[in-house]
Nanobody
Framework: QVQLVESGGGLVQTGGSLRLSCAAR????????MGWYRQAPGKQREMVAV??????NYADSVKGRFTISRDNAEDTLYLQMNSLKPEDTAVYYC???????????????WGPGTQVTVST
């Protein structure tokens, strides 16, 4: 019932900034959680920043550098990334958990990902 599409990834130098966007095609009846995850080659996918029931949480490694925000009117999620480091290099995925219908199951929804590469 919803498709998530990330944009804004690219190649930047250490210390640079990027702003990721996640646009939703279609909508969910109810959303309990939304956020950003990332996965580097050979490593497990990890949480970067999530908003769950109005409460925002960041990974310790990005606190003070990344900011998650949303535009409810446009149904768009953002991740502002500043002071980027080589260890931030990964594929970044948009995430939502919710119901397509009030009687439906609570499911995870993922975007296809966008590559972020931070060079030294």
């Amino acid at each position: 019932q919803v498709q998530l599409v990330e944009s804004g990834g690219g190649l930047v130098q250490t210390g640079g900034s990027l702003r990721l966007s996640c646009a939703a095609r279609g909508s969910l009846f109810s959303i309990v959680s939304m956020g950003w995850y990332r996965q580097a080659p050979g490593k497990q996918r990890e949480m970067v920043a999530v908003i769950t029931r109005g409460i925002t949480n960041y990974a310790d490694s990005v606190k003070g550098r990344f900011t998650i925000s949303r535009d409810n009117a446009e149904d768009t999620l953002y991740l502002q990334m500043n002071s980027l480091k080589p260890e931030d290099t990964a594929v970044y995925y948009c995430y939502r958990n919710g119901q397509a219908r009030s009687w439906g199951s609570w499911d995870d929804y993922w975007g296809p990902g966008t590559q972020v590469t931070v060079s030294t």
